[in-house]
């Protein structure tokens, strides 16, 4: 049994012990074991008749808790077992709040504590009035375009007709006994900033490392209009286009793929902690970066990104309402788009990872096109080997030979290098006549 996110191993008890009690209570609840090293092992315990006494009448008086505190024995060895309950209610020890996440325990501060206080209260972030706001602060475009959304989504055909903002924001869930709550400010306000400093997007272009910042730009508006107008600036002033014919039509092809790029941002503003950092965009010679603050919610992993997986949004408001308003196809699908739309652009597949206190979505350009390639000093054969690739979507070793000219140790070793030097290439099938060389993230 190792130690993970629900078990925890103590050699001997210490009172500091109560933080990791704390710990387990507000998150999925645990066990510690007293009298076992740090591989599990029984080492025993010499005062277990006292402890087994203090130790339920510390929790009690220290935490406020009843736990199971159950006496084992091993080969003439005696160790604790305290089983921890899940609480729905927030537990504090000493006035401060400890939260078990992974096999770590934290103490929560900030705006961290303030996410979990509401959530152990049943309310998320966006599910807070503001008492400061009025509908003197809605933007009443953002409302007619959330309208005109909805009714060509089919999720809302009912608002065409319902002029009324207050009734409207009321079926959107984003009042309460009359007042607005943060979501609707959020939404539709002319400008959010003036209630979340940090409600804004803010671009950065950067050359050969993050200390060379060539041009920043700054996006403020409404959440509702917030990813469509800042995707129309990185089109106009960051991203290149190539230009192809399809017969006389002449065709434009962007270097990063539209819809991804529209995802991420939609995942960043429906998914961030909005007490934090505002979305920041990055952009490199060879990729895009875009980073939201907040971490994933429990019991979210970044594996589970990767396939098929339940919707756990920050904020479930925000995400509803661009879900009515046809911004969102459906809930848990964002970061597979993402994925399917680089891979069908022939791009490799994304980057989803923790970054400094929030999510960042790394999405690389085209690397195979002959400039890039051209730096890798490639030799003939290999550059030649990859243009095939990206157009005939693999190569064998067989086909390596004919197609260079070469003997079956050359290609293999072209191949290898292809791989593992240049990681430009994977192998996929059986070892042997069944391996055949694909391009990396297809």
């Known amino acids: 049994m190792p130690e993970s996110q629900n078990i925890e191993w103590k050699q001997g008890w210490r009172d500091e012990y109560l933080k990791w009690i704390c710990g387990f209570a507000n998150a999925k609840g645990g066990k510690i074991y007293i009298g076992k090293d740090d591989k599990g092992n029984v080492v025993g315990l010499e005062d277990y008749k006292r402890l087994m006494d203090d130790i339920p009448n510390k929790i009690t008086s220290g935490l406020g808790l009843v736990c199971d505190v159950n006496l084992h024995q091993e080969a003439s060895k005696y160790y604790i077992e305290i089983e921890v309950h899940p609480h729905d209610v927030p537990i504090s020890f000493h006035g401060k709040y400890h939260f078990r996440s992974g096999s770590t325990k934290q103490e929560l501060q900030g705006v961290a504590l303030n996410e979990f206080l509401l959530r152990k209260s049943g309310k998320t972030w966006d599910d807070v009035t503001e008492p400061s706001a009025s509908l003197d602060d809605i933007d009443e475009k953002a409302v007619e375009a959330f309208k005109k959304g909805a009714v060509k989504s089919g999720r809302l055909p009912q608002v065409e007709n319902e002029n009324d903002i207050l009734q409207i924001f009321e079926n959107l869930r984003l009042t309460k006994d009359g007042k607005l709550k943060r979501s609707a400010v959020l ?256």
Not at 203 to 218: H, P, T
Not at 286 to 314: C, Q, Y
Not at 326 to 353: F, M, N, Q, V, Y
Not at 419 to 439: D, F, I, Q
């Open 187 to 442: 939404l539709f306000g002319k400008d959010p900033r003036n209630f979340y400093i940090n409600a804004y997007v803010k671009i950065g272009k950067f050359g050969k490392s993050d200390d060379d910042l060539l041009s920043q730009e700054v996006i403020e508006c409404n959440a509702f209009e917030l990813a469509n107008q800042t995707l129309e600036i990185l089109d106009k002033k960051y991203f290149t286009k190539s230009i192809s014919y399809d017969g006389l039509h002449r065709v434009e092809t962007t270097e990063y793929p539209y819809e991804a790029i529209r995802e991420t941002l939609l995942n960043a503003i429906v998914h961030r902690q909005y007490m934090g950092a505002p979305i920041q965009i990055s952009l490199y010679d060879d990729k895009i970066m875009v980073w939201n603050f907040g971490t994933l919610l429990e019991p979210m992993t970044f594996e589970d990104l990767k396939h098929k997986h339940a919707s756990h949004p920050r904020n479930p408001i925000l995400a509803d309402v661009f879900f009515k308003g046809g911004l969102i196809e459906s809930w848990g699908r964002g970061t597979l788009k993402i994925i399917d739309e680089c891979h069908a652009a022939g791009l490799p597949t994304p980057e989803i990872s923790e970054m400094t206190g929030g999510i960042v979505v790394t999405i690389y350009k085209d690397i195979y096109n002959e400039k890039h390639l051209a730096s890798l000093n490639l030799n003939e054969r290999q550059l030649k080997a990859v243009l095939y690739v990206k157009e005939k979507k693999s190569i064998s070793n067989s086909i390596y030979q004919d197609l260079c000219d070469v003997s079956k140790a050359t290609a293999s070793r072209d191949l290898t290098e292809l791989t593992e030097k240049h990681m430009l290439l994977k192998r996929t099938g059986e070892v042997g006549a069944g391996t055949v060389y694909k391009l990396i993230g297809s």
